[in-house]
Protein backbone atom coordinates (compact mmCIF):
# COMPACT_ATOMS: atom_id res chain seq x y z
CA UNK A 1 0.00 0.00 0.00
CA UNK A 2 1.21 3.56 -0.65
CA UNK A 3 1.88 6.30 1.59
CA UNK A 4 -1.04 8.12 0.12
CA UNK A 5 -3.46 5.30 -0.25
CA UNK A 6 -2.68 4.77 3.42
CA UNK A 7 -3.22 8.15 4.39
CA UNK A 8 -6.56 8.79 2.55
CA UNK A 9 -7.41 5.51 4.61
CA UNK A 10 -6.73 7.00 7.62
CA UNK A 11 -8.83 10.64 6.98
CA UNK A 12 -12.02 7.94 5.80
CA UNK A 13 -11.91 5.96 9.01
CA UNK A 14 -10.57 9.05 11.39
CA UNK A 15 -14.03 8.93 12.75
CA UNK A 16 -14.05 5.37 13.79
CA UNK A 17 -10.18 5.66 15.00
CA UNK A 18 -10.85 8.77 17.18
CA UNK A 19 -13.71 6.20 18.90
CA UNK A 20 -11.33 3.67 19.37
CA UNK A 21 -9.09 6.19 20.82
CA UNK A 22 -11.08 7.36 23.55
CA UNK A 23 -12.47 4.34 24.44
CA UNK A 24 -8.77 3.12 24.85
CA UNK A 25 -7.51 6.24 27.22
CA UNK A 26 -11.14 6.22 29.28
CA UNK A 27 -10.39 2.36 30.06
CA UNK A 28 -6.74 2.99 31.19
CA UNK A 29 -7.92 5.67 32.94
CA UNK A 30 -11.05 3.77 34.53
CA UNK A 31 -7.86 1.76 36.32
CA UNK A 32 -5.59 4.54 37.12
CA UNK A 33 -2.98 3.65 35.27
CA UNK A 34 -0.63 6.12 34.46
CA UNK A 35 3.15 6.16 32.18
CA UNK A 36 6.69 7.18 33.46
CA UNK A 37 6.77 10.33 35.27
CA UNK A 38 2.96 10.43 35.93
CA UNK A 39 1.47 10.51 32.62
CA UNK A 40 -1.59 9.38 31.60
CA UNK A 41 -1.52 5.85 29.77
CA UNK A 42 -3.00 7.29 26.76
CA UNK A 43 0.13 9.04 26.74
CA UNK A 44 2.06 5.76 25.61
CA UNK A 45 -0.65 4.85 23.66
CA UNK A 46 -0.94 7.81 21.51
CA UNK A 47 2.97 7.29 20.75
CA UNK A 48 2.67 3.86 19.78
CA UNK A 49 -0.22 4.26 17.13
CA UNK A 50 2.05 7.42 16.03
CA UNK A 51 4.10 4.33 14.81
CA UNK A 52 1.48 3.18 13.18
CA UNK A 53 0.38 6.53 11.42
CA UNK A 54 4.32 6.78 10.32
CA UNK A 55 4.88 3.53 9.36
CA UNK A 56 1.81 1.55 8.72
CA UNK A 57 1.83 1.39 4.73
CA UNK A 58 4.55 -0.55 4.85
CA UNK A 59 2.15 -3.84 6.45
CA UNK A 60 -1.22 -2.76 6.08
CA UNK A 61 -2.29 -4.81 2.84
CA UNK A 62 -6.03 -4.30 2.96
CA UNK A 63 -8.82 -1.51 3.61
CA UNK A 64 -10.38 -3.81 5.71
CA UNK A 65 -7.40 -3.97 8.10
CA UNK A 66 -6.88 -0.70 8.82
CA UNK A 67 -8.95 -0.22 12.14
CA UNK A 68 -7.99 -3.33 13.30
CA UNK A 69 -4.46 -1.98 12.76
CA UNK A 70 -5.15 1.08 15.04
CA UNK A 71 -7.73 -0.88 17.37
CA UNK A 72 -4.77 -3.09 18.02
CA UNK A 73 -2.39 -0.09 19.03
CA UNK A 74 -4.75 1.48 21.22
CA UNK A 75 -5.78 -1.89 23.06
CA UNK A 76 -2.20 -3.67 23.40
CA UNK A 77 -2.18 -3.15 26.85
CA UNK A 78 -6.12 -3.86 27.87
CA UNK A 79 -5.74 -7.14 28.76
CA UNK A 80 -2.36 -6.99 30.43
CA UNK A 81 -3.20 -3.57 32.42
CA UNK A 82 -6.50 -2.62 32.22
CA UNK A 83 -8.07 -5.92 33.68
CA UNK A 84 -9.56 -6.85 30.70
CA UNK A 85 -10.52 -10.33 29.21
CA UNK A 86 -10.37 -11.72 25.61
CA UNK A 87 -13.91 -11.81 25.33
CA UNK A 88 -14.33 -8.06 26.75
CA UNK A 89 -11.45 -6.52 24.05
CA UNK A 90 -13.46 -8.67 21.53
CA UNK A 91 -17.11 -7.24 22.34
CA UNK A 92 -15.43 -3.92 22.69
CA UNK A 93 -14.19 -4.29 19.18
CA UNK A 94 -17.27 -5.85 17.76
CA UNK A 95 -19.16 -2.60 18.48
CA UNK A 96 -17.06 -0.62 16.02
CA UNK A 97 -16.19 -2.92 13.05
CA UNK A 98 -17.30 -6.10 11.63
CA UNK A 99 -16.64 -9.65 12.78
CA UNK A 100 -14.20 -10.44 10.81
CA UNK A 101 -12.49 -7.13 11.50
CA UNK A 102 -13.14 -7.64 15.20
CA UNK A 103 -11.14 -10.98 15.69
CA UNK A 104 -8.32 -9.85 14.32
CA UNK A 105 -7.72 -6.83 16.16
CA UNK A 106 -8.75 -8.47 19.56
CA UNK A 107 -5.91 -11.40 18.66
CA UNK A 108 -3.29 -8.61 17.98
CA UNK A 109 -3.93 -7.59 21.86
CA UNK A 110 -3.88 -10.61 23.01
CA UNK A 111 -0.76 -11.53 21.08
CA UNK A 112 1.16 -8.73 22.20
CA UNK A 113 -0.63 -9.58 26.49
CA UNK A 114 2.89 -10.82 27.80
CA UNK A 115 2.67 -14.42 30.05
CA UNK A 116 3.09 -14.93 33.41
CA UNK A 117 6.29 -14.91 34.93
CA UNK A 118 8.32 -13.35 37.94
CA UNK A 119 10.76 -11.57 35.75
CA UNK A 120 10.73 -9.63 32.45
CA UNK A 121 12.43 -12.87 30.38
CA UNK A 122 9.68 -15.16 31.79
CA UNK A 123 7.14 -12.85 31.29
CA UNK A 124 8.52 -12.77 27.37
CA UNK A 125 9.28 -15.84 26.65
CA UNK A 126 9.51 -17.98 23.77
CA UNK A 127 5.54 -18.53 23.73
CA UNK A 128 5.18 -14.64 23.78
CA UNK A 129 6.85 -14.42 20.86
CA UNK A 130 5.47 -17.06 19.07
CA UNK A 131 2.25 -16.07 19.53
CA UNK A 132 3.42 -12.84 18.02
CA UNK A 133 5.13 -14.05 14.85
CA UNK A 134 1.79 -16.14 13.74
CA UNK A 135 -0.48 -13.21 14.57
CA UNK A 136 -1.18 -11.17 11.70
CA UNK A 137 -0.18 -7.13 12.20
CA UNK A 138 1.34 -8.34 15.55
CA UNK A 139 5.50 -7.92 15.17
CA UNK A 140 4.45 -4.40 13.59
CA UNK A 141 2.66 -3.10 16.05
CA UNK A 142 5.11 -5.08 18.91
CA UNK A 143 7.48 -3.33 17.28
CA UNK A 144 6.11 0.34 17.57
CA UNK A 145 5.22 -0.25 21.28
CA UNK A 146 9.04 -1.12 21.59
CA UNK A 147 9.84 2.27 19.67
CA UNK A 148 7.13 4.30 21.70
CA UNK A 149 8.88 3.03 25.07
CA UNK A 150 12.86 3.50 23.73
CA UNK A 151 11.47 7.39 22.53
CA UNK A 152 10.19 7.75 25.45
CA UNK A 153 13.46 6.45 27.71
CA UNK A 154 15.97 8.46 25.40
CA UNK A 155 14.02 11.89 26.29
CA UNK A 156 14.32 11.84 30.00
CA UNK A 157 17.78 12.27 31.37
CA UNK A 158 17.47 10.64 34.96
CA UNK A 159 19.40 7.08 36.41
CA UNK A 160 15.74 5.04 35.71
CA UNK A 161 15.62 6.06 31.98
CA UNK A 162 19.32 5.76 31.15
CA UNK A 163 19.29 2.39 32.99
CA UNK A 164 16.06 1.26 31.10
CA UNK A 165 17.98 2.75 27.64
CA UNK A 166 20.74 -0.26 27.92
CA UNK A 167 17.99 -2.97 28.66
CA UNK A 168 16.19 -2.04 25.43
CA UNK A 169 19.69 -1.74 23.73
CA UNK A 170 20.83 -5.02 25.00
CA UNK A 171 17.51 -6.83 24.41
CA UNK A 172 17.64 -5.57 20.92
CA UNK A 173 19.15 -8.37 18.34
CA UNK A 174 16.92 -11.19 20.44
CA UNK A 175 14.09 -8.91 20.15
CA UNK A 176 14.33 -8.57 17.00
CA UNK A 177 15.05 -11.89 16.26
CA UNK A 178 12.37 -13.01 18.39
CA UNK A 179 9.35 -10.98 16.41
CA UNK A 180 10.27 -11.51 13.32
CA UNK A 181 8.32 -14.47 11.09
CA UNK A 182 10.81 -13.87 8.15
CA UNK A 183 7.46 -14.00 5.93
CA UNK A 184 6.47 -12.80 2.49
CA UNK A 185 3.17 -12.06 3.77
CA UNK A 186 3.29 -8.09 3.80
CA UNK A 187 1.29 -8.06 7.37
CA UNK A 188 3.73 -9.58 9.72
CA UNK A 189 6.67 -7.61 8.28
CA UNK A 190 9.40 -5.82 10.61
CA UNK A 191 10.20 -2.82 8.63
CA UNK A 192 13.63 -1.58 8.51
CA UNK A 193 12.32 2.24 8.34
CA UNK A 194 11.20 1.23 12.02
CA UNK A 195 14.37 -0.63 12.93
CA UNK A 196 16.27 2.22 12.18
CA UNK A 197 14.70 4.63 14.13
CA UNK A 198 14.72 2.36 17.09
CA UNK A 199 18.65 2.70 16.54
CA UNK A 200 19.12 6.04 16.08
CA UNK A 201 17.58 6.55 19.31
CA UNK A 202 19.67 3.92 21.21
CA UNK A 203 22.97 4.12 19.65
CA UNK A 204 24.55 6.88 21.01
CA UNK A 205 26.75 9.82 18.04
CA UNK A 206 30.31 7.95 19.17
CA UNK A 207 28.93 4.69 18.97
CA UNK A 208 27.24 5.11 15.65
CA UNK A 209 30.36 6.41 14.09
CA UNK A 210 31.84 3.23 15.00
CA UNK A 211 29.15 1.05 13.34
CA UNK A 212 28.58 -0.08 9.37
CA UNK A 213 26.61 -1.59 7.04
CA UNK A 214 26.66 -5.05 9.31
CA UNK A 215 25.29 -3.93 12.42
CA UNK A 216 22.67 -5.41 14.03
CA UNK A 217 20.15 -3.29 12.91
CA UNK A 218 20.54 -4.77 9.53
CA UNK A 219 21.03 -8.23 10.57
CA UNK A 220 17.61 -8.60 12.48
Known sequence: MTKASYEALM?????????IR???HELHRSVNQTYGDNLPYGYHLDMVVSGI??????????????????F??????????ARQTYNDVLRAAR????????????????ALTNDKGRTRS??????????????PYAP????????ANITYSCSEVNADSLHIKEVYKGEMPHFLASINPRSDDQRYLV???????????LIDDLEREEQNASAWWFEY
Open 11 to 19: AKYAEQIAN
Open 22 to 24: ETA
Open 53 to 70: QDFGHLVCAREDDVLPLF
Open 72 to 81: GGYYHDSIED
Open 95 to 110: EMMTEEQALMATEIAY
Open 122 to 135: ERAGEKYYQGIRET
Open 140 to 147: FVKLCDRL
Open 191 to 201: PQEVVIKLAEC
